[in-house]
């Protein structure tokens, strides 16, 4: 109740299926608004539990998430101090919160009993739906473990993870800009590696190319390199934490170099100094989270949510090692009402004097997963938390 099977009791199959080492069949109950065990924790639990589950554990740990249900919605009376602190108001009453969940556990049981494990989790899979698609976009590493290979291009191992798919479907392409030619287009391979490995060093590419008035299909094919960052309380897997990547450091050409691989003849300065392209990529992977919000979750954040925003692109770190750990930044208004977000780059025309760093724009770009874990859980907690509902707050907030 409120809480999970943490990871260390699941192992991944030989063909990425996911192997639970625990011993009794286990029901996990939780709230879309619970602020010590995230939602964001529970759609880990049921991509694991339920979808990727090894056939011989099929039905053996379901997992139930109730809409506007908090942690306190499993208790009665005055939240205890570190509720007080941390959980998100309930839309549910505390009475049928308790009934819908003694439901659960009855007919869980019942189940068990009959050795059938055909529990009904109901709405569940539609509830997590948007965090479980932006969980598997960011590539998380709560899903497989980054393959990392030494060769540039990943090998394809059901076991371990390729690359980011935010990366490979969109960042590359939002970064070349647009062509001025319907025909040509981005095809973009993404691999996780270290952006700090030295032996070898990886690097993004561009390919193929494609001639300016080209009048049939023409691919550019680009590779990018990316690494997730996540936050170091997270290995507690305490679900209290933010599970999503901080950040993604993401290895891309520039604009100049992929107009240029699409016969356009473009000013360095005009595609990539004006402006800021970072942001203007983050800026995507927020809209795209807002438009996945389910109804419940859009009312939440449009009412009580610190807007999530860009700032303009920090730096450029031309020097690699600034680059790489100069991290993402994120700065709460003092009013509480935006979370703004900054992207420290580095960039260099496709003339630049050191021939293997020419045509780089390099972005710390924003997980669409911590994007929408924000918008779920982290931005209601000043307007939105329990504490809000009770006079002696102040006493415990101290």
């Not at 499993?74 to 939240?79: N, T």
């Not at 995507?284 to 859009?298: D, E, G, R, T, V």
Request: charged share 20%; with cysteine.
């Amino acid at each position: 109740m409120g809480s999970v099977l943490t990871r260390d009791n699941h192992t991944l199959n030989s063909d990425g299926s996911t192997h639970f080492n625990y011993p009794v069949p286990t029901l996990t109950l939780g709230g879309t608004k619970d602020g010590l065990m995230r939602i964001s924790r529970m759609a880990e639990a049921y991509y694991h539990q339920i979808e990727n589950i090894e056939k011989t554990q099929k039905g053996l740990f379901p997992v139930y998430a109730l809409e506007g249900a908090s942690h306190m919605s499993f208790m009665s009376g005055v939240p205890p101090g570190l509720v007080m602190k941390r959980d998100l108001r309930a839309e549910v009453s505390e009475a049928d919160a308790h009934k819908t969940f003694a439901q659960q556990m009855v007919s869980f049981i019942t189940e068990v009993t009959k050795k059938a494990y055909n529990f009904d989790e109901g709405s569940t899979g539609t509830v997590l739906k948007p965090l479980l698609e932006a969980m598997k976009l960011e590539g998380s590493y709560a899903i497989k473990p980054p393959c990392y290979d030494k060769d540039l291009i990943d090998r394809t191992d059901p076991t371990c993870g390729h690359g980011s798919p935010w990366n490979a479907q969109f960042t590359q392409m939002l970064m070349g800009g647009n062509f001025g030619n319907p025909y040509i287009n981005v095809v973009n391979n993404d691999n996780f590696h270290r952006v700090d490995s030295i032996d070898p060093v990886h690097l993004p590419e561009v390919d193929s190319t494609c001639d300016v008035n080209v009048k049939k299909e023409c691919y550019l094919n680009t590779i990018t390199v990316s690494q997730c960052n996540y936050e170091f309380l997270d290995k507690f897997d305490t679900g209290y934490y933010p599970i999503s990547a901080s950040e993604i450091k993401t290895k891309i050409s520039s604009r100049q170099r992929i107009q240029e691989h699409a016969g356009n003849k473009v000013d360095f300065h005009t595609a990539d100094e004006v402006g800021n392209r970072c942001a203007e990529i983050n800026d995507f992977a927020i809209q795209w989270a807002y438009k996945k919000l389910s109804p419940a979750a859009k009312a939440r954040y449009d009412k009580y949510g610190t807007k999530l925003v860009t700032g303009d692109d920090k730096g450029p770190y031309n020097e690699g090692p600034l680059w790489i750990w100069t991290y993402m930044s994120y700065n709460e208004s003092k009013d509480h009402t935006t979370l703004t977000v900054q992207s420290p780059m580095m960039r260099t025309p496709t003339d630049y004097f050191i021939s293997s760093a020419a045509g780089f724009h390099y972005c710390k770009v924003l997980s669409p997963f911590r994007a929408i874990e924000h918008m779920y859980v982290d931005s209601l907690f000043y307007a939105d938390g329990v504490s809000n509902d009770y006079k002696t707050a102040e006493l415990f907030l101290q």
